[in-house]
């Protein structure tokens, strides 16, 4: 499976496999403005995508999205490494994400790539059913 840099010309592929993924999807537009203020990964057939950005020796995971249909094939994975190794080249040290504690298999995909849990925001996403859920927020050290 290839990963390369996302444009915006896939921003609307992008924008479609976010909505099959959450229930506060983003727009073409706001993910198209993401990678003009950070960076897009996207893997072959647009399966799935990230968004990240790197700012004073710190990168940050916006988000991950993975196609239902396309899930446990190793997308996810191939996407976090690749997305360390960019945060690596602009030259950040750490690289931080928050994931819904509720996700057993993206926290499980995170810790296998080495984060680690460093802080929790409680009640941060709030789901349509009126629930909530809290945000963990995990840690990557690039360097040492």
């Not at 896939?10 to 993401?34: K, L, T």
């Not at 999205?65 to 899930?71: I, M, N």
């Not at 080249?89 to 994400?97: K, N, P």
């Not at 789901?127 to 990557?140: F, I, Q």
Request: hydrophobic share 50%; glycine share 8%.
């Amino acid at each position: 499976m290839s990963i390369r840099e996302a444009t915006t010309y896939d921003a609307d592929a992008m924008a479609a496999v976010h909505e099959a993924c959450f229930e506060r999807p983003w727009s073409a537009a706001e993910i198209d403005r993401m990678m003009l203020e950070g960076f897009g990964l996207i893997s072959e057939q647009a399966a799935a995508f990230l968004l990240g950005r790197v700012t004073m020796g710190e990168a940050e995971i916006l988000t991950v999205a993975v196609d239902p249909s396309f899930r446990f094939q190793g997308h996810g994975r191939r996407l976090v490494e690749a997305a360390i190794e960019v945060a690596r080249d602009q030259g950040a040290e750490t690289i931080f994400l928050e994931v819904a504690a509720d996700n057993a298999t993206a926290i499980s995909l995170y810790h296998a790539a080495g984060f680690q849990l460093v802080g929790k925001r409680p009640g941060y996403y709030h789901r349509a059913e009126g629930s909530s859920a809290d945000a963990l927020v995990m840690k990557l050290t690039l360097r040492a």
